[in-house]
């Protein structure tokens, strides 16, 4: 076998270590309890994914069901178990182990497998470090069983691992000294992320000050005769009657709704977006239509529209009727709005910059086509993203599991509308501001990144018996212990 997790060879492990199968140092292995209620029996934390962050239990908030006593003699978690995340969305946290402690009594969701082993010559966390390792990460991947979005691995799967099993007290100085390196790595870490935070609430401030007018404060008292916005709006209003192509009559739109909003410089004005764009949904998914002139194209689904850009890493395609393609194609400037799924998505959006030839949207996705070139759409989408967060949380819908926008209420979102003449003012300043941003945010990125290179240099040079001093570690180890293991 290639694979470095299996390569059971003497000669890749310090002297006095053994390759095992992880089944072979495990006592007890067993699935979590499947959820359900029951109104006789003893109330008990039931652990569930939620329950973890960062590797650790978090106490403050568990769900409780009351268990029997046979169930929780069968569920019940002891200090120094290991939980495996058994299934999840996620391929990285799936195979995951998770060393348990705490104060309180716990049994475990069916999310989990419940691995104890044996004391005398495993010590735990050791192995949870172990399975955290580049190698045996890549190893559950390949056997990771994914259907419907989820990803399982098996008790299996987990148990048929090789393992390097060093003397257990030199699995414990190992350990320690991982926790040590570790715990000066999470400092770093943890102060980069602070200042990720901090350039992301840097980033969101500069985009409310320009839509609110405080970037551009000097240059209107430089430019105190431009025309007044009311103008543009003039003139907008006079395109979007030309180009009417709503049904019936020709609807004037009405007036937003101002009472919550903040204040704007003198020469702005506030305008509905449906007055400065036409709005427009999307292609429904349909493996039933039928059409002579379908055709495939790609197309954007809520994924791709994220705020503040678009990520076209994965375009799906679609087969569409020419009318539809036609209608639906997407032009440069063409601003999206999400209609929902999570409530973090509702209105999220940027602007489509014809990254391909030819693309439409999916209904879950909404566009707005300006209908002046003298209105610039970063403007737009920037106020979507900064203030229109609060507003389509405000009045989107909300069921059991999903939030949705709909496009009565995307119509009256009330926009900022700046002079012509500054708004191009407007956009420079913010793309200067959001380059240095985006630069920092880069290198904090990267040394993240290093920083995860540098955790899994750390467990390598762990398992191969290179982190600790091996000699002061077997001098107090039992040296019994080989003999006994090799019997097994």
Same mark, same amino acid.
């Given at each position: ?28 292995s067993?699935?979590?309890i499947s959820?359900? &209620? =029951? ?14 962050? !960062?590797? %650790? @239990?978090? /106490? +403050? ?36 182990l998770?060393?348990? &402690? =705490?104060r ?7 999310h989990?497998?419940?691995?104890r082993? !044996?004391? %005398? @010559?495993? /010590? +735990?966390?050791?192995f ?31 148990l ?10 030199q ?12 715990s000066?790595?999470? /400092? ?18 500069v ?9 551009t ?29 709503g ?14 909003l ?5 020469n ?11 709005l ?23 994924a ?90 405000r ?10 926008l ?13 002079p ?26 990267a ?42």
């Amino acid at each position: 076998m290639t694979d470095a997790v299996l390569d059971q060879r003497a000669d890749t492990l310090p002297s006095g270590w053994l390759w095992k199968p992880f089944g072979e140092l495990v006592t007890h292995s067993q699935n979590g309890i499947s959820k359900r &209620r =029951s109104t006789t029996g003893t109330p008990t934390p039931v652990l569930r994914l939620a329950d973890i962050r !960062e590797g %650790e @239990i978090v /106490e +403050s908030s568990p769900r409780e069901i009351r268990l029997c006593d046979e169930e929780l003699s069968k569920y019940a978690l002891r200090d120094g178990d290991l939980l495996c995340v058994r299934v999840n969305g996620s391929r990285t946290l799936t195979g995951r182990l998770v060393y348990f &402690r =705490s104060r309180k009594l716990w049994a475990y969701c069916d999310h989990f497998i419940r691995f104890r082993l !044996e004391s %005398e @010559i495993a /010590e +735990s966390k050791y192995f949870a470090h172990y399975f955290n390792t580049e190698a045996v990460r890549s190893y559950l991947g390949k056997h990771m069983v994914s259907t419907a979005g989820q990803n399982t691995v098996s008790q299996g799967i987990m148990l048929g691992v090789a393992v390097p099993l060093a003397p257990v007290n030199q699995q414990r100085a190992i350990v320690e000294e991982i926790e040590k390196q570790f715990s000066r790595l999470d /400092e770093a870490v943890a102060n980069l992320k602070r200042v990720k935070a901090n350039l992301k609430r840097y980033k969101a401030s500069v985009l409310k000050a320009a839509v609110e007018g405080k970037l551009t404060e000097d240059w209107r008292k430089q430019h105190p005769n431009v025309e007044p916005a009311g103008k543009l709006l003039e003139r907008i209003l006079a395109e979007r009657r030309k180009k009417w192509a709503g049904r019936g009559r020709y609807h004037q739109p009405g007036e937003p709704e101002t009472s919550h909003l903040p204040e704007l410089p003198g020469n702005w004005i506030w305008a509905r977006l449906d007055a400065i764009t036409s709005l427009k949904g999307g292609i429904t998914v349909d493996k039933n239509r039928k059409s002579s002139t379908a055709r495939t194209v790609p197309y954007l689904r809520v994924a791709n529209v994220q705020r503040g850009y678009l990520d076209l890493s994965e375009i799906k395609t679609i087969e569409a009727p020419d009318d539809d393609i036609k209608d639906l194609r997407l032009i440069p400037g063409d601003i999206l709005f999400n209609e929902g799924g999570d409530r973090d998505k509702l209105g999220r959006g940027w602007v489509w910059e014809g990254q391909l030839p030819e693309c439409i949207h999916q209904n879950h996705v909404f566009r707005a086509r300006l209908y002046s070139a003298e209105v610039l759409p970063k403007l737009v989408s920037w106020w979507g993203n900064s203030f229109g967060q609060a507003y389509f949380l405000r009045e989107g819908k909300q069921t059991t599991n999903l939030a949705s926008l709909n496009l009565t209420k995307l119509s009256e979102f009330p926009i900022p509308l700046p002079p012509a003449a500054e708004q191009q003012q407007i956009v420079d300043e913010v793309e200067r501001s959001l380059s240095v941003i985006d630069e920092l945010e880069a290198t904090v990125q990267a040394n993240l990144t290093r920083a995860e290179r540098l955790r899994q240099s750390i467990l390598k040079c762990a398992f191969s018996g290179d982190l600790v001093d091996r000699n002061k570690a077997v001098a107090n180890s039992d040296h019994q212990l080989v003999p006994m293991i090799q019997q097994r």
